[in-house]
C-alpha cells in the first residue's frame, strides 16, 4: 500500500465529515473547511484529514509540505464537448458582426460546421486532439468531466466519437463519463422532415451506443429551432429502455418547456437555462434534477444570463461547467467558470465552489466518489500556488493558482 501524506496545508477546503450528495438553497452558502491541516492518501484514496496539531507519527512513502497553500477538491465539469476537430473563430466574427446562434446554425454554420470536421476526421485524430484538452484541465484544476457526442449527426460519426471517449476513459487519469447526444442539430438532409431524424435516433444511435455500452447518458438539444419536447419526450423513453439517463440541454434559447421535460423524464441534470421562470423554477423544486448553468457560454455569446440568485434563493441547489465546445464555449477553464459564477450571478465565493464542485459532481453521477474531501473519496484534488484566501480562488480571475494536482492520489 502506498501511502501519501500533505503537511502543514493552510487550508482545505470543502471538506465533508458525512458526505452528502449533493448541496441546495441556503446550504449552498455553507463551506467546511480545516486550517493548518493534513491530508493523508492511501493509494488512491483519501484515507485521513484534520488539523496539524493532531496528527501522530507514522510513516509514509512521501510526503509533501503545502506550506502558504491550500487544498481543494478538483473540478467536476458536468457538460463538455470536448471531443471536436478544429475551431469556429469565423463565426464567432460573425456574432461580433450581429448574426444570431441561430441564424449561424439555419445558414448551415454552427453544430453542422463542426459535425463535417469530426466525420472526416479519423479517430486517432479526435483522440489525440481530446487528450490534449483533456491534459490542460487537468492543470486547471479538473479532476472529473462528462464529454458528449454530438458532432456526428450519423450513427457512424456518433459511434466513433463514443468510441473515443470510450478511449479517453481507458487511458485518463481522470473520472469521465460519456453521453450520447444524437441529436444534437438536424442534418442538412433531414431538414423539413426532422421525425426522420429522431427515428434514426431512436432506431440506430441509442440501440448501437447502448449495445456496445458505449454511453452513460443521453441528451437532446431540446430548444427553440432545434428539438421540440414531444421530440425529447421520444429520444427520452427510447434511452430509459436501455437504462440511459438523461441530461438534456433546456431552455437556453427560450421558454422551451426542456426543463419541465427534464423533470418528468427524472434527468439527472438539465443544463443552460437561460430562460428560467417561475414555472421553470417550481417544476425543479423537490426534483432529483439539478439545473446546471454554464457561464462560459453564457458569457461567448453573450446571452441573458440564467437567475442563479433566485434560483438558489428558491432553494434550488445549482451546478455549473463549462461547456467546453468549439461553438458556445471554448475553454474549459473551471477556474474561469468559478469567477463568472460569482461576477456575472452574484454567487458567493462558497456557493460557486460548492456548484463546481460537490453539485456537478452530482450532475454527472459521481458524487459519491468525488466533489469533497471526505474519507473514502478518490483522492483527486489540487494545491494551490500560495493565495491568502479561498476567496481569491474567484476572485484573482484570469490567472492559474493550481500548482500541483493530484488525480487517483498521484501528482499528475
Ligand atoms: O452546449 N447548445 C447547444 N450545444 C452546444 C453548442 C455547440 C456548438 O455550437 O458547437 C452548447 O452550447
Ligand atoms: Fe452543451
Redesign the pocket.
Known amino acids: 500500500m502506498k501511502r501519501v501524506l500533505i503537511k502543514n496545508i493552510k487550508e482545505i477546503v470543502q471538506v465533508e465529515q458525512q458526505p452528502r450528495a449533493r448541496v441546495c438553497g441556503k446550504e449552498m452558502s455553507q463551506l467546511q473547511t480545516v486550517k493548518d491541516a493534513y491530508l493523508i492518501v492511501e493509494n488512491d484514496k483519501i484515507a485521513d484529514f484534520g488539523e496539524m496539531r493532531e496528527l501522530t507519527v507514522q510513516s509514509f512513502d512521501a510526503e509533501y509540505d503545502a506550506s502558504g497553500r491550500m487544498l481543494f477538491p478538483s473540478f467536476c465539469d458536468s ?1 463538455t ?1 470536448l471531443v ?1 476537430s478544429g475551431s ?1 473563430e469565423i ?1 464567432y466574427c460573425d456574432k461580433i458582426r450581429g448574426l444570431s ?1 441561430e441564424e449561424i ?1 439555419k445558414r448551415g454554420g ?2 453542422l ?2 459535425a463535417k470536421r469530426v466525420q472526416e476526421a479519423s479517430e486517432q485524430e479526435l483522440y489525440d486532439d481530446a487528450m490534449m484538452r483533456l491534459d490542460q484541465m487537468i492543470h486547471f484544476g479538473s479532476g472529473a468531466v462528462e464529454i ?1 457526442s ?2 456526428g449527426m450519423t450513427t457512424e460519426a456518433e459511434i466513433k466519437m463514443l468510441r473515443v471517449i470510450r478511449r479517453l476513459k481507458e487511458s485518463s487519469p481522470l473520472t469521465i463519463k460519456s453521453t450520447l ?1 444524437g441529436a ?2 438536424i442534418p442538412m438532409e433531414y431538414r423539413g422532415r426532422q421525425e426522420a431524424f429522431v427515428d434514426l435516433v431512436i432506431n440506430e444511435m441509442i440501440p448501437q451506443a447502448a449495445q456496445e455500452g458505449l454511453a452513460d447518458f443521453i441528451d437532446v ?1 431540446c ?1 427553440q429551432g ?1 428539438f421540440t419536447v414531444e421530440d425529447t419526450d421520444r429520444m427520452l423513453d427510447a434511452g430509459a429502455k436501455y437504462g440511459l439517463r438523461a441530461k438534456i ?1 433546456a431552455n ?2 427560450a421558454y422551451s418547456g426542456g426543463i419541465q421535460c427534464a423533470v418528468r423524464h427524472n434527468a439527472l441534470s438539465c ?2 437555462l437561460e430562460y428560467t421562470g417561475d414555472d421553470e423554477i417550481k417544476a425543479l423544486l423537490g426534483s432529483e434534477t439539478m439545473p446546471t448553468v ?1 457561464p462560459g ?1 453564457a458569457f461567448f ?1 453573450n446571452m441573458v444570463h440564467a437567475p442563479v440568485r433566485k434560483m438558489i434563493d428558491s432553494g434550488l441547489g445549482v451546478a455549473m461547467a463549462s ?1 467546453c ?5 471554448p475553454s474549459a477553464n473551471m477556474q474561469l467558470i468559478l469567477s463568472m459564477a460569482c461576477i456575472n450571478y452574484r454567487m458567493l465565493p462558497e456557493e460557486a465552489i460548492n456548484a463546481v464542485t460537490l453539485n456537478s459532481a452530482y450532475a454527472m453521477g459521481v458524487s459519491n466518489e468525488v466533489g469533497s474531501i471526505a474519507v473514502g473519496k478518490k483522492a483527486n484534488f489540487y494545491i494551490t500556488k500560495p493565495i491568502p484566501s479561498y476567496e481569491y480562488m474567484p476572485y484573482a480571475y484570469g490567472e492559474n493558482k493550481v500548482e500541483k494536482a493530484f488525480l487517483n492520489g498521484v501528482e499528475i
Open positions: 457538460h464537448h471536436y469556429r463565426e446562434y446554425a454552427g453544430i460546421n463542426s458528449k454530438g458532432y447526444l444534437h442539430g438539444f430548444d432545434f440541454h437556453e434559447l443544463d443552460h454554464l457560454a455569446l461547456d465546445n468549439p461553438g458556445s464555449s
